[in-house]
């Protein structure tokens, strides 16, 4: 009888592992994926090592792009000739796109808002015909509305000439729909119940636009100009296309050009100048939306809680 005792705790055990493992391993719905999790480490390394290698050489201090010679960051500011900050043509690529950026993120987004608003509370055919319009400038490849823009300026609306000015126009013809998607899905979200009780309590539609709609338009605002800004620093083919000369030419262009000859690692250093402000500008804009938004997941939360209970 003790014998049996003693061994009915490793039975139990035997049986209850048979019924978490009914079969072979890989037929076992709750072990772990090690295939998806080493694909996805696969894939990270494969697309973030040769842009570590490529920041890294901009610290070298050689002029070597391959072999490392030292940390400096001469090829920053201390170079006196061929720095970025020295050098004018990176010089001016650096300014040229941070301009391109603002600009844009400026003009675009108080567009973007305002059509969005409109689109919303348009009622009628011709609604969803300018909904589609605006959604074909976002699906449309960056490629096809770059060289149309080129043939519109220099073919129909000849007093826009090439350069900062059609850049401009162009960057801000792309970018819109930015805007328009998010500041749509977030009035989506909100509903009209707010408006409505603003002006039942006396306010004109102008009042319950300014002082309900857009506070509560806020962080999707703010999170469609840091998207548009981000993206525009990237941004190569429409502002390559409609560039006159060098002293239009942004740091993407600019990296694409100098790279066919034989750059220095100045060109490394444009690079992570130009990668480290998109992450920034990213993470800026994370970090102030959670902050922006935080007491609307604590209601979620709350909510959530209560339905629980």
């Given at each position: 009888?003790?014998?049996?005792v003693?061994?009915a705790?490793?039975?139990?055990?035997?049986?209850?592992?048979?019924?978490?493992?009914?079969?072979p391993?890989w037929r076992n719905p709750?072990?772990?994926?090690?295939?998806?999790?080493?694909?996805t480490?696969?894939?990270?390394?494969?697309?973030?090592?040769p842009?570590a290698?490529a920041?890294?050489?901009?610290?070298?201090a050689?002029?070597?792009?391959s072999?490392?010679?030292?940390?400096?960051?001469?090829?920053?500011?201390k170079?006196?000739?061929?720095?970025?900050?020295?050098?004018?043509?990176?010089?001016?690529a650096?300014f040229?796109?941070?301009r391109l950026?603002?600009?844009a993120?400026l003009?675009a987004v108080?567009?973007?808002?305002?059509?969005?608003?409109?689109?919303?509370r348009?009622r009628?055919?011709?609604?969803?015909a300018?909904?589609?319009q605006m959604?074909?400038s976002?699906v449309?490849?960056e490629?096809?509305?770059?060289?149309t823009l080129?043939?519109?300026?220099?073919?129909l609306?000849?007093?826009?000439?090439l350069?900062?000015?059609?850049?401009?126009?162009?960057l801000?013809?792309?970018?819109?729909?930015?805007p328009?998607i998010?500041v749509?899905?977030?009035?989506?979200?909100?509903?009209?119940?707010?408006?409505?009780?603003a002006?039942?309590?006396g306010?004109?539609p102008?009042?319950?636009?300014?002082?309900?709609?857009?506070?509560?338009?806020?962080?999707?605002?703010?999170?469609?100009?840091?998207?548009?800004?981000?993206?525009?620093i990237?941004?190569?083919?429409i502002?390559?296309y409609?560039?006159?000369?060098?002293?239009?030419?942004?740091?993407a262009?600019?990296?694409?050009?100098?790279a066919r000859?034989s750059p220095?690692?100045?060109?490394n250093?444009?690079a992570?100048?130009?990668?480290?402000?998109?992450?920034?500008?990213?993470?800026?804009?994370?970090?102030?939306?959670?902050?922006?938004?935080?007491?609307?997941r604590q209601?979620?939360?709350?909510?959530?809680?209560?339905a629980?209970?």
């Open positions: 009888m003790s014998e049996v003693a061994e705790p490793a039975r139990a055990e035997q049986v209850v592992a048979r019924a978490v493992s009914p079969g391993v709750w072990r772990k994926p090690w295939f998806l999790m080493g694909f480490w696969m894939y990270l390394a494969w697309s973030l090592v842009v290698i920041v890294l050489f901009s610290f070298n050689g002029r070597s792009r072999a490392w010679q030292g940390f400096s960051l001469r090829w920053y500011f170079d006196p000739v061929l720095s970025v900050w020295h050098d004018p043509d990176l010089h001016t650096l040229q796109t941070l950026a603002a600009l993120t003009i108080p567009i973007g808002v305002a059509f969005a608003i409109g689109i919303d348009w009628g055919r011709t609604s969803s300018w909904n589609f959604l074909l976002f449309m490849p490629l096809i509305i770059g060289v080129l043939l519109v300026f220099t073919t609306f000849t007093a826009v000439h350069g900062t000015g059609a850049q401009l126009l162009g801000i013809t792309f970018q819109m729909s930015y328009v998010i749509r899905a977030r009035l989506l979200t909100m509903g009209k119940e707010y408006e409505e009780a002006m039942d309590l306010a004109s102008t009042q319950s636009v300014r002082r309900v709609l857009l506070p509560m338009l806020a962080p999707a605002i703010f999170a469609s100009a840091v998207l548009v800004f981000a993206d525009v990237d941004d190569f083919i502002v390559r409609l560039s006159s000369d060098s002293s239009t030419e942004p740091m262009v600019k990296i694409f050009n100098s000859s220095t690692p100045a060109l250093a444009l992570t100048i130009m990668l480290v402000s998109s992450l920034i500008v990213v993470l800026v804009g994370f970090f102030a939306y959670r902050r922006m938004t935080r007491g609307e209601k979620i939360a709350m909510g959530d809680i209560a629980q209970i």
